[in-house]
Every structure is written in C-alpha cells, then in structure tokens.
C-alpha cells in the first residue's frame, strides 16, 4: 500500500472517530439503537427560505438515502469537519459532500457533518 493511501485510511478513521464523539456527546442515544441513520452523501445542499431558516435538505450520489430530499428537524445542527459552525449562510455549504444524519422515525434531518470547507464564492 502506497503513502497515499495509508493517508486516506488515516483519515477515514479520524473522520468517523469524530462523527461518532461527537454524535455521541451531543445526544444520550446511539446510532446502534437504530432510530438514526448516517449516511455519506457526494453532495449536500440547504434549502433556505427568506429569512435564511432551513427548510429542506436535497442530497445527491448517497446510497443508503431512501429518497433525495429530506425536511430539517427543529433543531438540526451543521458542523464543518466535525466543528460546530454557525455560517453567515447554511447553504454556504451546497454541494459539499457531508454525512447526513436522518432520524428513522420522524424522516428529518437532525445532522448534517460537512467534510470539507464551506464555498465563498471564490472557487476556480
């Protein structure tokens, strides 16, 4: 195995070591009791409404979604690469790839964890 990937097997394991703390830390209940879902989606995107609330959750290239929009609970929290973070704008984000967190019984949206750096308008 080449350095490259021994540093992407590095990092996948940092990465769900992360989500899982911190998934963990914020709520009493596990993914193992099976009333959320984690699923790992190539793109993410936030719906917004005037007043900047989201009001839906779209994803896309994510297999283990049943469908590719979803509606955001009360209190859904974003956080960038495992970090809370409260962006000038939630859709600064749209079209990361992120892990979306879906609780199985309401079909809402209660997480979404962003891999990468939100967009600012200045990609090339």
Same mark, same amino acid.
């Given at each position: ?59 896309a ?10 509606? /955001? ?10 970090r /809370?973070?409260? /962006?000038? @704008?939630p ?14 019984? @309401?079909g ?9 750096? /939100? ?6």
């Amino acid at each position: 195995m080449n350095v490259i990937g021994v540093l992407g097997v590095v990092l996948a394991g940092v990465l769900v070591f992360m989500a899982g703390g911190m998934a963990h830390a914020q709520e009493s209940r596990s993914m193992l009791d099976g009333d959320v879902l984690a699923a790992e989606a190539g793109q993410v995107e936030l719906v917004t409404n005037a007043s900047g609330e989201v009001v839906q959750v779209r994803v896309a290239n994510c297999e283990r979604c049943a469908q590719e929009s979803y509606l /955001p609970s009360r209190n859904l929290r974003v956080s960038q690469s495992g970090r /809370p973070d409260a /962006p000038e @704008s939630p859709n600064s984000f749209n079209g990361q790839a992120g892990t979306v967190v879906v609780n199985l019984q @309401s079909g809402m949206v209660e997480q979404i964890i962003f891999w990468a750096l /939100p967009n600012r308008g200045n990609d090339q």
